[in-house]
């Protein structure tokens, strides 16, 4: 290997190494370290005995987790589903349009993109304060003569979680919406004109040729929306508390992986083994689903 090879070599790597170094300290160290921890039983912060997959059993099969953990789960389904038909749909639509450089497609971009910026925790708390039955939503509607939608929207169980994805997609929607005008600006110009110049209409035009061109992004977002209805935490956190309220109907993986790990709330002593099994499951199924979105999409992706 010449000088020259190794001093590029060497170049690389030193940009590399510092991601690298993060990557491995925050996810690779910690994920094996879960797993170790998932297969022993623990008094408190003790490591005890080796017990195999008895952490997971009791997840799966034992009372009270099973119900808990199947219900958290739902509640992170319900996430995925709201965020994919609406935040990532609505940012399609909205991207498509901005592409076309409507009047004023500049000062949108901003609108849709600022709330994106804003701290996750502020938008949660603020949130919290209008959503409160003498909040300002429920002021809105008394003003506008609909006295008889309002709600507890935080305190009822049917309306909780929907309230906060809610609240989570109007935070987040400028980000698809970007990323989608960007991926619509890149389509060949070629393509359009020729399509145009055949006729055909602007529906034909986006779901012939503008939507399988953009696949790529629209994988990425969809493993992003995997990545976040899986790892749901802050905004659950900062609207609902770490408790579920009202009677687990917010209660997500990751709330119930907090509370059952730490031992916060009504959930008593630490449960590190079942806390590590949680997190280890959450992995798991990160991957498992990106995998697969991945994998399917490649066989839809078109080149020009």
Same mark, same amino acid.
């Given at each position: 290997?010449?000088?020259?090879?190794?001093?590029?070599?060497?170049?690389?790597?030193?940009?590399?190494?510092?991601?690298? /170094?993060?990557?491995?300290?925050?996810?690779?160290?910690?994920?094996?370290?879960?797993?170790?921890?998932?297969?022993?039983? $623990?008094?408190?912060?003790?490591?005890? &005995?080796?017990?195999?997959?008895?952490?997971?059993?009791?997840?799966?099969?034992?009372?009270?987790?099973?119900?808990?953990?199947?219900?958290?789960?739902?509640?992170?389904?319900?996430?995925?589903?709201?965020?994919?038909?609406?935040?990532?749909?609505?940012? *399609?639509?909205?991207?498509?349009?901005?592409?076309?450089?409507?009047?004023?497609? !500049?000062?949108?971009?901003?609108?849709?993109?600022?709330?994106?910026?804003?701290?996750?925790?502020?938008?949660?708390?603020?949130?919290?304060?209008?959503?409160?039955?003498?909040?300002?939503?429920?002021?809105?509607?008394?003003?506008?003569?609909?006295?008889?939608?309002?709600?507890?929207? *935080?305190?009822?169980?049917?309306?909780?979680?929907?309230?906060?994805?809610?609240?989570?997609? $109007?935070?987040?929607?400028?980000?698809?919406?970007?990323?989608?005008?960007?991926?619509?600006?890149?389509?060949?110009?070629?393509?359009?004109?020729?399509?145009?110049?055949? +006729?055909?209409?602007? $529906? &034909?035009?986006?779901?012939?040729?503008?939507?399988?061109?953009?696949?790529?992004?629209?994988?990425?977002?969809?493993?992003?929306?995997?990545?976040?209805?899986?790892?749901?935490?802050?905004?659950?956190?900062?609207? !609902? +508390?770490?408790?579920?309220?009202?009677?687990? !109907?917010?209660?997500?993986?990751?709330?119930?992986?907090?509370?059952?790990?730490?031992?916060?709330?009504?959930?008593?002593?630490?449960?590190?083994?079942?806390?590590? !099994?949680?997190?280890?499951? /959450?992995?798991?199924?990160?991957?498992?689903?990106?995998?697969?979105?991945?994998?399917?999409?490649?066989?839809?992706?078109?080149?020009?």
């Amino acid at each position: 290997m010449t000088r020259k090879q190794l001093r590029k070599i060497g170049t690389i790597s030193l940009f590399v190494l510092p991601g690298l /170094i993060i990557v491995l300290m925050f996810i690779v160290i910690p994920l094996f370290m879960s797993m170790y921890n998932s297969l022993f039983s $623990w008094t408190q912060l003790i490591r005890n &005995k080796f017990v195999g997959f008895e952490n997971f059993a009791k997840l799966f099969g034992g009372f009270p987790y099973r119900d808990m953990f199947f219900n958290a789960l739902k509640n992170n389904v319900t996430w995925f589903l709201m965020t994919v038909f609406i935040q990532n749909i609505l940012g *399609l639509l909205f991207g498509y349009v901005l592409s076309r450089r409507i009047p004023g497609h !500049a000062i949108f971009q901003r609108i849709f993109f600022l709330p994106v910026l804003f701290s996750i925790v502020a938008v949660g708390y603020l949130w919290g304060l209008y959503l409160r039955p003498n909040g300002l939503l429920n002021e809105i509607l008394n003003l506008i003569g609909k006295p008889e939608w309002r709600h507890a929207w *935080l305190g009822e169980a049917k309306f909780a979680t929907p309230t906060i994805i809610m609240v989570n997609i $109007w935070r987040w929607i400028g980000f698809p919406s970007l990323v989608f005008m960007a991926a619509v600006d890149n389509v060949s110009v070629e393509c359009l004109e020729s399509a145009y110049l055949d +006729g055909a209409g602007e $529906w &034909k035009i986006f779901s012939k040729i503008v939507l399988p061109l953009i696949v790529p992004s629209i994988t990425i977002i969809t493993v992003l929306t995997i990545i976040g209805s899986l790892n749901v935490f802050e905004q659950v956190y900062t609207m !609902a +508390g770490l408790d579920g309220a009202p009677n687990y !109907a917010t209660d997500t993986i990751g709330t119930l992986f907090y509370r059952t790990a730490f031992g916060s709330v009504d959930a008593g002593s630490p449960e590190i083994g079942i806390g590590s !099994a949680i997190s280890v499951i /959450i992995y798991i199924m990160t991957f498992v689903f990106s995998l697969i979105t991945v994998v399917s999409s490649r066989k839809r992706e078109v080149e020009v």
